[in-house]
């Protein structure tokens, strides 16, 4: 089982709202990531838990906020985002760092609109 | 920085034909190497790897060779299908201390004519 699950798979949220995304996966990986992806750009890293720790941050605005509960589960809280915020939100998992020759699975993704 | 190119945006194949697309790399430390078949608004499906210390991998229809000193890899698809039509990108992982980071290329769009 190479399965990803997020949640949900679309929303729409104004830029006053609160919201969260959701992630899941089986395979006991212990590394977990969120992409973000605009149309015609290739996924762009923002957040790496490894160990459910947060390891990387790749300058991303406080109104992402990302936690890791358990080893199987990766959310995304979503506070005062802006239009531009618009995108497919992406979750992978993988064996972490320091294990050489490992895939990252994806997940189907979150398409979100912010109006 | 852009440090995984995919040169060519698009392509276009006949169908029964071979697919060739193409990725370059600047960073000698990359050592293992993916590439993904993309649908829109979905999310990026793992096709075929290769490590560093090899310079050809296969699967079925899909074969991916890496040429280290050009630090250049590609995917070969053979006999194309038009189910293979979607965004390909190539990705490295950047050893960042005990943490991975998968960098993508920026995709090329397959298209494959029946």
């Known amino acids: 089982d190479t399965e990803v699950t997020q949640t949900p798979k679309h929303l729409v949220m104004g830029m006053t709202n609160k919201k969260s995304l959701k992630c899941e996966q089986h395979m006991g990986h212990r590394a977990m990531y969120w992409y973000k992806q605009k149309a015609k750009k290739p996924p762009e890293l923002m957040f790496v838990y490894s160990y459910e720790k947060l390891s990387i941050n790749e300058s991303v605005p406080s109104r992402f906020s990302p936690e890791c509960p358990n080893s199987s589960l990766l959310n995304l809280h979503l506070h005062a985002l802006q239009p531009e915020d618009s995108a497919l939100y992406l979750c992978?998992?993988?064996?972490?760092?320091?294990?050489?020759?490992?895939?990252?699975?994806f997940g189907q993704g979150t398409r979100l609109t912010v109006v | 920085d852009q440090q995984v190119k995919q040169n060519s945006p698009s392509l276009s194949v006949q169908e029964g034909r071979i697919s060739i697309l193409n990725c370059d790399y600047t960073?000698?430390?990359?050592?293992?190497f993916l590439w993904y078949k993309k649908y829109p608004a979905e999310g990026p499906t793992f096709l075929i790897s290769?490590?560093?210390?090899?310079d050809k991998n296969e699967d079925g229809r899909f074969t991916v060779f890496l040429n280290k000193s050009a630090k250049h890899l590609s995917l070969h698809i053979v006999p194309s299908q038009p189910g293979d039509s979607a965004v390909y990108f190539c990705a490295a992982w950047g050893r960042g201390g005990a943490t991975n980071k998968l960098i993508f290329g920026t995709g090329t769009l397959l298209a494959v004519q029946p």
């Open positions: 960073n000698s430390m990359f050592d293992y």
């Open positions: 992978a998992s993988s064996h972490p760092g320091g294990v050489v020759n490992t895939e990252a699975f």
């Open positions: 290769i490590s560093s210390i090899k």
